[in-house]
C-alpha cells in the first residue's frame, strides 16, 4: 500500500473499517488496473474506495446512509446518496460491494442507519439477491466483481444466485475470522454463454 | 459531484435522464465543474432529487421532496 493509510473520521452510525474491509481492500488492490472505472457499492466509512482513489481519479462510490456518504465524500471519491445502484446508468470496469449479510430476523433488527450496513434479512443474502439484479447494469461486459461473502451467508448459495444471472463466480481469497469464514468472490459476465445464447 | 458524475446519474425509480439545476458550484483544477448545491429533475415522474454538499441524494421521493419507504 503507498502513502499514509486512509483513517476514515469515526460516525457511531457508520460502519468502521473491521477485518472484512481489510480482506477486500487485500483483494482489491491485487485486482484493480489505473484506467479502471470503478465503483463501491455500499461504501460505509469509504475506506476502500479512499484506498482506490490513491490509484485511480475515475471511482464512485455508493451508500444509502447519509452520514457515510459524507465520511466517504470527505476521502476524495465522488459520492452519490442511492439504494445499490438504484440512480445509477453507466457500465464500470471493477464493482467493489461488502454487502450486509448478517442473516437477522424481525426482532433482532435496530431502527438505525447502522442496520443497513449490517441487515442481510431473514437469509443474510437479500441485500446480494438485490445486488446480483443490478450488477449487470453497471458492470461492463468485460468488467470484474469483488464480493465479499460470510460463511454465515454460505458462499456457494451466494455463487448460484451469480451463476443463475449467467455469471462466473470463483473464490479468490479467504480467511478464518473468529466464527466465520469470509471469503472473496471475483465475479464476470459469462461471456462464452452470451455467445451460446445469442 | 462533478459533471462527469452527472453524466451517468439516472432517475432511481423510472431510470430516465435527470435534468440539473445548479445553485453553485467550483471548478476543479482539471477545469471540469463541480457541483455543490442544486437539483436533478426527472421530468417524467415530477420529482426533484437535490445535491447537497456536493453529494446527489437519489433516494426515492415523492413531489413533496418526502422520502418514501
Known sequence: MNDKEIIPEYHEQVYQPEADTYLLLKAVMAEIRCDDRVIEIGTGSGKIAGEVYKISKNVTATDINPHACRSAAALGPEVIRTDIAAGICSGFDLVIFNPPYLPTGEEEKIDDWLEYALDGGISGRETIEKFAEALPGIMDKNGRCLLLVSSLTGAEKVRDIFSRKKMLSFVILSEKCEDETLYILRIVHDICCDHLYS | ?69
Not at chain 2, 455543490?36 to 432529487?49: F, N
Open chain 2, 1 to 69: 459531484m462533478k459533471m462527469s458524475t452527472y453524466e451517468i446519474l439516472c432517475c432511481p425509480v423510472c431510470k430516465g435522464d435527470l435534468t440539473l439545476k445548479t445553485d453553485k458550484k467550483e471548478i476543479l483544477e482539471t477545469g471540469e465543474e463541480d457541483i455543490i448545491e442544486g437539483t436533478l429533475r426527472c421530468e417524467s415522474c415530477g420529482v426533484d432529487y437535490p445535491v447537497s454538499e456536493g453529494i446527489p441524494d437519489l433516494l426515492p421521493r415523492d413531489k413533496k421532496g418526502i422520502i418514501s419507504g
